[in-house]
């Protein structure tokens, strides 16, 4: 057995560790599951959040316990990590934005057109408008899809958990994760909250009269790449 060398990392080592990450492969990796959510809603910029917030806690979440429980159980969880239900996790959550978008899409269309019978039961179920009725699950299909993106494999995820198993110690593990998090979060949430859901606002804009056509393509390709996922085709 090859003996592994003891890896050392301060919580502003780690966070450069992050921001390296997230400045490049990271938005590479998310683009195509955050990509086609921003396609299919009218929050621009300033919305953006509303994606962004939940995908983001469940990256910070994943990275904080990963390193805490490698500083805990030691290179027991780089094994665990490697292990099938990751892909599994991301696939499955995928798979669960898609059908919330496409639930919320169905609601927002009773809600503007159903018979004035209906309305009243739909009214009775919740007073929020159609939107809030059918954002229920998203926001939690968002957290997971973010969580199993931080519990895939990569180079500097190993060194984050070599780091934590070698401190021996929960709390230096929290804190190297936390550390890692923040630095591998930012920059992708400003660039997707900048960039992309301008872009997907514009793209929704400019397409307008195909609005339909362009939602159920954005719902298609997020089942698509959460059944690959799953299947371990797609390794983000």
């Given at each position: 057995?090859?003996?592994?060398?003891?890896?050392?990392?301060?919580?502003?080592?780690?966070?450069?560790?992050?921001?390296?990450?997230?400045s490049?492969?990271?938005?590479?990796?998310?683009?195509?599951?955050?990509?086609?959510?921003?396609?299919?809603?009218?929050?621009?910029?300033?919305?953006?959040?509303?994606?962004?917030?939940?995908?983001?806690?469940?990256?910070?979440?994943?990275?904080?316990?990963?390193?805490?429980?490698?500083?805990?159980?030691?290179?027991?969880?780089?094994?665990?990590?490697?292990?099938?239900?990751?892909?599994?996790?991301?696939?499955?959550?995928?798979?669960?934005?898609?059908?919330?978008?496409?639930?919320?899409?169905?609601?927002?269309?009773?809600?503007?057109?159903?018979?004035?019978?209906?309305?009243?039961?739909?009214?009775t179920?919740s007073?929020?408008?159609?939107?809030?009725?059918?954002?229920?699950?998203?926001?939690?299909?968002?957290?997971?899809?973010?969580?199993?993106?931080?519990?895939?494999?990569?180079?500097?995820?190993?060194?984050?958990?070599?780091?934590?198993?070698?401190?021996?110690?929960?709390?230096?593990?929290?804190?190297?994760?936390?550390?890692?998090?923040?630095?591998?979060?930012?920059?992708?949430?400003?660039?997707?909250?900048?960039?992309?859901?301008?872009?997907?606002?514009?793209?929704?804009?400019?397409?307008?009269?195909?609005?339909?056509a362009?939602?159920?393509?954005?719902?298609?390709?997020?089942?698509?790449?959460?059944?690959?996922?799953?299947?371990?085709?797609?390794?983000?």
């Open positions: 057995m090859i003996p592994i060398e003891p890896v050392s990392l301060s919580f502003g080592a780690a966070l450069l560790l992050g921001l390296s990450f997230g490049g492969p990271c938005n590479i990796a998310c683009l195509p599951y955050l990509g086609p959510v921003f396609t299919t809603n009218d929050q621009g910029i300033r919305g953006a959040w509303r994606t962004l917030l939940p995908f983001s806690l469940g990256r910070i979440s994943g990275y904080t316990l990963l390193a805490g429980g490698a500083g805990w159980a030691g290179l027991w969880v780089e094994e665990l990590v490697a292990g099938p239900w990751v892909r599994w996790l991301l696939g499955g959550a995928t798979i669960l934005v898609a059908l919330s978008i496409l639930w919320r899409r169905n609601a927002n269309h009773c809600t503007s057109g159903c018979q004035p019978t209906q309305r009243v039961v739909l009214d179920v007073p929020t408008s159609g939107t809030n009725l059918a954002t229920g699950s998203l926001p939690g299909g968002l957290y997971l899809m973010g969580l199993g993106m931080a519990f895939n494999p990569c180079a500097p995820l190993t060194t984050l958990i070599l780091a934590a198993a070698t401190s021996a110690s929960i709390l230096t593990g929290i804190s190297l994760g936390a550390g890692f998090a923040l630095g591998a979060v930012l920059l992708p949430t400003l660039i997707f909250a900048l960039g992309v859901a301008h872009f997907g606002q514009q793209i929704r804009h400019h397409l307008n009269h195909h609005r339909a362009l939602e159920n393509t954005s719902v298609g390709l997020l089942i698509l790449i959460g059944c690959a996922t799953a299947m371990g085709w797609i390794t983000p």
